[in-house]
């Protein structure tokens, strides 16, 4: 039990055009998502919180326009990565929440722009 | 206060070897001390996790132990096998929210 797919994998896309990475939990409701993002050799930095059928609540220094976060069921949400660039390219992991301070993670998109 | 201090940054253990990996955190709100493993190129996985109404849990190989009053917790790997070669990261939530607090990670090797 308590798995979290995302799609796809792996993605390239040119530099100024927008990327959607899926995120689902297969077998458990959410009501709460996380979207992070890992550099290369580094911990996971949070994102953003994503709750069902709200906005979401963005850390500090994320450009909430250029990620743009959609919680639209209780198993799915989306991050959309608009006007890429170069420095935009991570592995871009989501998690959802199980019981009380359990987290399921996906895993991974790698996201390359050229 | 809502950091957790992961150490060592590496470590390269002999297989069959013990392999310890530390944590420390100030917040005495955390309640919730989850221990995962990262292969490269996947997503994380929960391994193991403890809360502090105990002082140890194990399952398998794994074993967390916790010292409330210090405000450490770690993960000990018996008879380290190559497949564990990973990087672990620690984290803490508090129950008030989902948020996990992480620790920076400790690349683990472990030696045929």
């Known amino acids: 039990g308590a798995v979290v797919s995302q799609h796809p994998s792996r993605v390239i896309c040119k530099s100024g055009t927008s990327v959607k990475i899926e995120c689902r939990s297969l077998?458990?409701?959410?009501?709460?998502m996380f979207w992070y993002r890992q550099f290369p050799k580094q911990s996971l930095m949070l994102m953003a919180t994503?709750?069902?059928?709200?906005?979401?609540?963005?850390e500090q220094g994320v450009e909430k326009d250029k990620f743009l976060i959609n919680h639209a069921s209780l198993t799915l949400s989306t991050l959309t990565v608009t006007s890429a660039h170069p420095e935009d390219s991570s592995f871009y992991i989501c998690?959802?929440?199980?019981?009380?301070?359990?987290?399921?993670f996906g895993p991974g998109t790698r996201l390359t722009v050229t | 206060q809502q950091q957790v201090k992961q150490s060592p940054q590496s470590l390269i253990v002999q297989k069959g070897g013990i392999s310890i990996i530390n944590c420390a955190y100030e917040?005495?709100?955390?309640?919730?001390f989850p221990w995962y493993q990262q292969f490269p190129g996947k997503g994380p996985a929960l391994l193991i996790a403890?809360?502090?109404d105990v002082s140890e849990k194990k399952e398998g190989r794994f074993t967390i132990s916790f010292n409330k009053s210090a405000k450490q917790f770690s993960l000990h790997i018996m008879d380290s096998q190559p497949g564990d070669s990973a990087t672990y990261f620690c984290?803490?939530?508090?129950?008030?929210?989902?948020?996990?607090?992480w620790g920076a990670g400790t690349k683990l090797i472990i030696k045929p």
């Open positions: 998690s959802a929440g199980g019981s009380v301070s359990e987290q399921y």
């Open positions: 077998d458990f409701q959410a009501t709460t």
């Open positions: 994503s709750n069902e059928g709200s906005k979401a609540t963005y």
């Open positions: 917040n005495t709100a955390f309640d919730y």
């Open positions: 403890i809360r502090p």
């Open positions: 984290a803490a939530s508090a129950r008030s929210n989902y948020q996990l607090i």
